[in-house]
């Protein structure tokens, strides 16, 4: 087996960096949302259908900067945030 180049041990390495920031902010997305549950909000609330937009908008904005194909990463991310949600309210109970 050939070894990896250096460029793609690097890009690996950065990729591995962005998982761990990415779980910290899920898991930081999840306890926000559990002490908003706790006052017995409803799923609108928690879904925030405005804020999604307006983070959809701006992720659009830097895929397009950086030639990555923006509806793919919109696709992705409200992929994400769905099953993110249903799981928070699973988790957390539905009003």
Known sequence: MTPASPELASLRAEIDGLDERIVALLAERIAVVHRVARHK?????????????????????????????????????????????????DTFGRP
Request: aromatic content about 2%; hydrophobic content about 45%; overall charge negative.
């Open 41 to 89: 909000t409803d799923e609108t609330a928690v879904r925030a259908p405005d804020r999604v937009q307006q983070v959809v908008d701006r992720v659009r904005a830097l895929a397009d900067g950086h030639g990555i194909p923006a509806d793919l990463v919109e696709k992705v991310y409200r992929l994400l945030i769905a099953e993110l949600t249903e799981l928070e309210l």
